[in-house]
Nanobody, 115 residues
């Protein structure tokens, strides 16, 4: 089992930056993949950025060039650095972890970008 706790969301003006953190309850070495998803009101949850099982990164087109996913293995934490934020980035951001055959989700953190 994996517990995930996100933090770092908030209200920011367009063009600003935020860094989200996702702390895992177990070593992220033992987790197959981890990533960030988001869900805006009335829309489906979508992938933002993730580490693949091979250790590479995968980004949504909307995130490329603006967002960076990173990890601190010693802290069992994955980050999402978000720069040049746009109002359309407003959503609840979720951390996800594939451990074994099950996907675990955090509780989500709200990101609101004002124009």
């Amino acid at each position: 089992q994996v517990q995930l706790v996100e933090s770092g969301g908030g209200l920011v003006q367009a063009g600003g930056s935020l860094r989200l953190s996702c702390a895992a309850s177990r070593s992220i070495f033992s987790i197959n993949t981890m990533g960030w998803y988001r869900q805006a009101p009335g829309k489906q949850r979508e992938l933002v950025a993730a580490f693949t099982s091979g250790g590479n990164t995968n980004y949504a087109d909307s995130a490329k060039g603006r967002f960076t996913i990173s990890r601190d293995n010693a802290k069992n934490t994955v980050y999402l650095q978000m720069n040049s934020l746009k109002p359309e980035d407003t959503a609840v951001y979720y951390c996800a972890a594939l451990y074994g055959s099950k996907t675990y989700w955090g509780q989500g953190t709200q990101v609101t970008v004002s124009s």
